[in-house]
């Protein structure tokens, strides 16, 4: 316990990942974590979505260290450098080009909140106007901006001032489809005694990951790209989790078929958990002076490296999808599907897309009971939703079918022995 005891003591009692999972993790490769006492666990979290191909993948790790090993630049603000040329080339002709995507690409400071900052900053320069409409259940990252389109009530909290400018929509079947799409959020938009100021944007999830694993229709998606152009608002798509292959495609929004005016990445775009963050937009919309959003830590060159590589590993050709995310995807669909008739369908259901899957319990205690018990018998998962009601699963998207049964095997004997 003695090297326990300096994360209690010294560290902030703002820690939460640890307080579930509580021992001292040592090394990582591939879909497995180790702690120092030489335990080994199966890894269903991935970084929160930032590990989408695996702990220290071997392809990307050799570049990294060839890199390291030459000198290449690590800190290098917005400078020209070797390592974000190369990232760029090749996100232009591996993501962009074949999607028939014209976006300008801007890098803001490495983390996935900062990316929605200057999302919604730039909607608003570009509008002239301040609200932005988010959705409820919607999760946007921790900063000040961020949270005002967030709708966990204990996130919004911490803020300590209010979150203005920010304006909740009801999720796609947010009202168990009693209500047609967008009624109330059009009706508003029309009526000039509804008190909504014309928002700049709306920005939208196409899963709720934090919120639940709340899975929005292509329809509802094609909807409203339809309701942003017919009533002047941007369309800002943050596909900061479900982005980087997490849903099968690339973009998350793929599969509806819609094009948004603006997009943020984050966790997985290095693809080796380094921090790294990219805000896409039309290039019309690229109005920005010289420094006007920037940060010190934006050319994180590490990451340019080690995103190369996985660009070029795996989206060069459709095999990751069709081979890994989508089969792996249908392995959890019948094993959750397995679960829940174990269960007599009582209080339970499940919902995802690709590679990110969740189980939904009446109970709202259950799904922290379950992931506790499978942390003791040895597979990493977390609780989404607003009451932490959702047992969620991001295994890597490169994880093994034996690896990825074996933990699907832990979930159900924690299902069972939670019941």
């Known amino acids: 316990m003695a090297l326990v005891s300096i994360f209690e003591t ?6 939460s990942y640890c307080r579930g999972w509580p021992t001292v993790f040592d090394r990582a490769q591939g879909s497995h974590l180790h702690d120092e006492a030489g335990r080994t666990y199966l890894d269903f979290f991935s970084g ?23 000198d290449g630049i690590t800190h290098g603000l917005d400078m020209a450098t070797t390592a974000k040329r190369a990232f760029l080339e090749c996100f ?33 320069k570009v509008k002239g106007r301040e609200s932005v409409v988010s959705f409820t259940n919607a999760f946007h990252g921790m900063s000040l901006g961020s949270l005002a389109v967030t709708g966990n009530a204990f996130k919004r909290a911490g803020a300590g001032i209010p979150l203005v400018h920010g304006t909740p929509m009801p999720f796609d079947n947010y009202l168990d489809g009693q209500v047609p799409d967008f009624l109330w959020f059009e009706r508003l938009l029309e009526d000039q005694g509804s008190g909504l100021n014309r928002p700049a944007a709306v920005i939208v999830e196409t899963v709720q990951g934090e919120g ?11 909807a409203l790209r339809d309701l942003c152009d017919r009533q002047d608002m941007l369309l800002i ?3 900061i989790q479900m982005g980087c ?8 929004f793929e599969e509806a078929g819609i094009t948004p005016d603006i997009v943020t990445l984050s966790k997985s775009i290095s693809g080796y958990g380094l921090p790294m963050s990219l805000c896409l937009f039309r290039p019309e919309l690229d109005i920005w002076e010289p420094g006007e959003h920037n940060g010190t830590f934006r050319g994180n060159s590490p990451a340019f490296v080690t995103a190369t590589a996985a660009l070029n590993t795996y989206w060069v050709d459709s095999r990751l999808m069709e081979k890994q995310t989508l089969a792996r995807g249908e392995q959890v669909e019948q094993a959750l599907l397995s679960i829940v008739k174990g269960l007599g369908h009582r209080g339970v259901s499940y919902r995802g897309r690709g590679l ?48 990825l049964q074996e933990g699907l095997g832990i979930l159900d004997r924690a299902v069972g022995d939670t019941g």
């Open 356 to 403: 990110v899957w969740g189980m939904e319990f009446d109970d709202k205690t259950r799904a922290g009971r379950i992931c506790a018990r499978a942390f003791e018998l040895g597979l990493l998962l977390e609780t989404s939703g607003a009451q932490g009601e959702v047992v969620k699963l991001l295994p890597p998207l490169v994880i093994p079918p034996d690896d």
């Open 92 to 124: 232009q002709d591996v993501v962009l080009r074949p999607r028939d995507l014209s976006y300008k690409v801007m890098f803001p400071g490495p983390t996935g909140t900062n990316a929605v900052e200057a999302a919604l900053k730039l909607a608003r």
């Open 245 to 252: 292959g997490r849903t099968g495609a690339f973009f998350s």
């Open 48 to 70: 929160a979505g930032s590990l989408n191909y695996g702990h220290n993948n071997p392809v990307l790790k050799r570049a990294l260290l060839d890199y390291i090993e030459h």
């Open 212 to 222: 639940g694993i709340n899975v929005a229709r292509p329809e509802w998606l094609r």
């Open 10 to 15: 010294l560290e902030s009692e703002v820690r």
């Open 237 to 239: 798509v943050d596909d």
